[in-house]
């Protein structure tokens, strides 16, 4: 695209900027960022009763300085993308912005209406429970309790969204709510009760879980936090020639690495309120027309690299590998809920 005036191509660039970076989708934050909140406030608290006086010259800076300073900075922007962004495309749900050399993909938000929001709905224990009775107390859809019990010894497991948690905690704290709890590995809070029962919880964003235990080993009762399980998308095309670098996943994202001495390969699947904003950096790449699962995809082919994203109607998968192209078809039709 060629502007007219420099002046035009500086309010392109400032539109195109302004419009890339969408509204924070509401969120329930991490219980582990709830615990740290209190340190982090006292922390600027004490930074605010000794504020230097070169943090208050910039306080008290003049709107006209201000403005030229936002001014340089949209000038860089446009110089360092190479003259600003040349296409705005609509594809599927995607906001696709193509500059020189780079392609930001953002999901529009009106598409994100309806959609689930959590990767993973359903959890259950994988622990082998075989000659406990078990009674399910709760089986909702986004909310879930049974207890297992056999003879002296009982496993209660429950999860709920976070939210209605800590609406019937409005003064939640990990310390208050489990007296003398430890946190262990920064994910869970243990505590043992005046009885011998043993509590687990934590938490995956989305949900709360609490596991009870009494009458069996605080060791087993790590065991079957471990097993706590949900079905995810995973890739059953035979990758036994892959090492897994990487797994991780909480409930608006997912992602695994394999490697192998050859080759790479990134497998990432989000919710759509959780996909955020993603660049994909080329020098030499082809956009090729792939469709996949019957869905139109957006894919990058570089002489090194290949970037392919699509939604699948629930959710926003997405991979990054150095393996040609139809092997990378292949592996995305074998992806299975499992």
């Known amino acids: 695209m060629i502007y007219d005036t420099f002046y035009e191509a500086l309010a392109m660039q400032a539109a195109a900027i302004e419009a890339a970076v969408p509204e924070m989708p509401e969120h329930r934050f991490s219980l582990r960022y709830k615990r740290k909140k209190k340190v982090l406030i006292k922390a600027y608290e ?6 230097s006086d070169v943090e208050t010259m910039l306080y008290r800076m003049r709107l006209r300085s201000m403005i030229r300073i936002a001014v340089i900075a949209v000038l860089s922007l446009l110089l360092l993308t190479g003259g600003g962004y040349v296409v705005m495309r609509y594809i599927n749900g995607y906001v696709v912005h193509d500059m020189a050399h780079t392609t930001r993909l953002v999901f529009d938000e009106e598409a994100t209406e309806g959609s689930l929001p959590t990767l993973f709905p359903k ?6 429970m075989s000659g406990y009775d078990v009674q399910i107390i709760t089986d909702e859809e986004y909310a879930y309790s049974a207890k297992y019990t056999d003879g002296d010894k ?7 969204k976070m939210e209605e948690y800590l609406d019937d905690h409005p003064n939640f704290d990990w310390e208050e709510l489990h007296p003398g709890g430890n946190v262990e590995q920064d994910d869970r809070v243990v505590h043992t009760e005046p009885d011998g029962t043993h509590v687990i919880t934590w938490e995956d964003w989305f949900y709360v879980f609490e596991l009870r235990c009494r009458g069996i080993t605080e060791g087993e009762g790590t065991d079957i936090y471990r097993s706590v399980n949900a079905p ?10 892959f090492r897994v670098d ?3 996943y909480f409930s608006p994202h997912y992602r695994i690495f394999y ?11 989000f919710t759509k309120s959780g996909y955020g904003n993603h660049e994909w950096w080329y020098e030499t790449a082809e956009e090729v027309e792939v469709t996949v699962r019957g869905k139109q995809a957006i894919c990058y082919v570089a002489p090194d690299a ?4 699509f939604d699948n109607g629930d959710y926003i998968f997405e991979f990054f590998t150095d393996v040609d192209l139809d092997t990378l078809i292949k592996i995305v039709d074998s992806i299975e809920m499992i």
């Open 123 to 128: 959890y259950y224990l994988t622990y082998d």
């Open 259 to 269: 490697q192998n001495d050859d080759n790479l390969l990134g497998f990432e699947y």
């Open 154 to 160: 009982s496993v209660e497991f429950s999860y709920r």
């Open 246 to 248: 990487a797994e991780n």
């Open 232 to 241: 995810k998308y995973t890739i059953t095309y035979d990758m036994s020639n």
């Open 46 to 51: 004490k930074s605010q009763e000794s504020r």
């Open 306 to 309: 290949t970037f392919l994203t």
